[in-house]
């Protein structure tokens, strides 16, 4: 089983859709959660940090389910702007510097 | 300005050949990593290191080697050994103080060999 995974897509959704991610992962003990935006041949960027109690920016929903072992991202009103690859990261132990990226969904909004 | 920088953008070797990729950051990140990402798929972790003079080895080490004598760089070696060393190599760095531990990149190297 991979430590972290990801439902590779691609997911194809009209403008103005909302459309949802989710990310497994293996280690129990895990601290930190992120979600990453990669453009086609350039280097991924932070998106958001993901906390226990869930968070929001703007259109973007992140919720964090320990019991469960999976993060999730929400995308709200998707605009063109939003296709992308989004990759799902984990800090396996907290603060060890140990981070392990999902294999990425892609997203393509469509007009 | 803070951040990452990798050098070269693009890099060009013969099979064989041992090649050497950059990567300075001036963000006072205690850790570094090196990933390797192939088309369509994700990244994975070559090496990575918390601290000057140590490193650990990450899931695809075989073929590279990394040195930390310095807490702003870590540079990567591609060796021989490497089978298939085309890829885009991406550098990244963090803190490790709790919370604060996301992870910020370079603009990444291609490497081709030919």
């Known amino acids: 089983r991979k430590e972290v995974e990801q439902d590779p897509g691609p997911f194809n959704v009209p403008e103005g859709a909302t459309v949802a991610f989710n990310c497994t992962y293996s280690?129990?003990?895990?601290?930190?959660f992120f979600w990453y935006r990669q453009d086609c041949r350039k280097e991924p960027k932070l998106l958001m940090s993901v906390y226990s109690s869930g968070n929001e920016d703007g259109r973007f929903t992140a919720q964090l389910n320990r019991a469960s072992q999976y993060i999730s991202l929400l995308i709200r009103d998707s605009k063109l702007s939003d296709s992308a690859t989004y990759l799902c990261v984990v800090n396996l132990r907290g603060n060890t510097g140990k981070l392990i990226f999902g294999q990425g969904t892609t997203l393509q909004v469509k007009p | 300005d803070g951040g990452i920088t990798q050098s070269p953008k693009y890099l060009f070797r013969k099979e064989g050949q041992n090649v050497t990729l950059s990567c300075e950051q001036n963000?006072?990140?205690?850790?570094m990593y090196w990933y390797r990402q192939d088309p369509g798929q994700g990244l994975r972790l070559i090496y990575y290191?918390?601290?000057?003079?140590?490193?650990q080895k990450g899931d695809i080490a075989e073929g590279y080697s990394v040195s930390r004598e310095k807490k702003e760089s870590f540079p990567l070696t591609v060796t021989s050994a490497q089978k298939n060393p085309t890829a885009f190599y991406l550098c990244?760095?963090?803190?490790?103080?709790?919370?604060?531990?996301?992870?910020?990149f370079g603009q990444g190297t291609r490497l081709t060999v030919v």
């Open positions: 280690n129990s003990a895990s601290q930190s």
């Open positions: 963000l006072n990140h205690d850790a």
């Open positions: 990244a760095s963090s803190s490790l103080n709790r919370g604060r531990t996301e992870a910020f």
């Open positions: 290191s918390q601290i000057v003079n140590d490193f």
